[in-house]
């Protein structure tokens, strides 16, 4: 069931849980979530990067697809199809292609100029009944052309984006893209305090959830967060299960380099990490609260 993530993000903010945002890649990795999400009775986030919208020939066949598989299998639960780190073109490229919630990335612009693009957005993205996310501060690291440096995000800035309407903060906490290096300080947990404070009610966003120890990740969602971006994680498990498979030699046993076969174990490496995350971040249960 298609929706904006605006409702099922309030319900978890109340419930002190947080919503999964899976990144989607390709046919596999959309039907794996959508599958497991079903099965736990979990709303979920497809989250689509630029980079990847463009790897499957652009936001309109990404949109049609999970449109089409949404119905061919019969999900019942919450799904938002959702823009992530978008450009302020590319927010309007998928609010034309149909999907149900959008995230403009103007961290990189001077705070003027962020909260000038983003209160545009957010009265088109509401319009027409689209959710919205805006970021504050950046996100370490590099995911699909999107480099940061990890600066946490000012407190005051996050409550003046928050003021616009959006649906949804992220705000940058140390946390970063990829994996996490050894000598990583951890999460700024006094920064996500300070945010929570300013912004109330605001479901915050924590990007980055691969490699985040569970007890810091129970923490954020104690402070306020209620949305977790996860993608590196699905492709590690990914290519570990795929390899697996290749160096045990069963892409050579009868027709087992056909393709659905090929990428069956990846898939369902997909389907537990995701269910994993799920039951980590207390979304098991609760699509239909």
């Known amino acids: ?119 545009e957005l957010v009265n088109v993205a509401h ?9 504050v501060g950046s996100i370490g690291g590099e995911e699909d052309g999107v480099v940061g440096a990890g600066e946490c995000a000012d407190p005051k800035e996050c409550k003046m984006i928050a003021d616009l309407g959006v649906d949804m903060l992220a705000a940058g906490i140390g946390n970063i893209h990829g994996k996490y290096p050894e000598n990583w300080a951890g999460l700024s947990f006094e920064t996500l305090d300070a945010v929570q404070q300013e912004t109330g009610i605001m479901p915050l966003v924590l990007h980055g959830g691969t490699g985040i120890p569970e007890d810091m990740i129970k923490k954020a969602i104690d402070l306020g967060v209620s949305k977790i971006n996860v993608n590196t994680e699905c492709q590690l498990s990914f290519q570990e299960a795929t390899r697996k498979y290749i160096e045990e030699g069963k892409d050579l046993q009868g027709k087992g380099f056909d393709p659905r076969k090929l990428l069956a174990p990846g898939a369902q490496a997909i389907c537990d990490t995701v269910k994993e995350k799920m039951e980590l971040f207390g979304s098991v249960g609760k699509a239909n609260d």
């Open 1 to 119: 069931m298609l929706v904006s993530a605006t409702e099922m993000l309030k319900k978890a903010k109340a419930g002190h849980y947080a919503v999964g945002q899976f990144n989607i890649n390709n046919l596999e990795w959309t039907k794996s979530i959508l599958l497991t999400a079903q099965e736990l009775n979990s709303p979920v986030i497809l989250g689509v990067s630029e980079g990847a919208g463009k790897y499957m020939s652009g936001f309109k066949t990404v949109a049609a697809m999970v449109k089409a598989m949404d119905e061919e299998l019969g999900i019942t639960v919450p799904v938002a199809l959702h823009l992530d780190h978008g450009s302020y073109e590319g927010c309007y490229k998928c609010i034309k292609a149909g999907f149900t919630s959008i995230m403009f990335d103007g961290s990189h612009y001077p705070i003027e100029e962020n909260v000038a693009k983003t209160t």
């Open 127 to 135: 319009a027409l009944g689209l959710s919205i996310e805006a970021e």
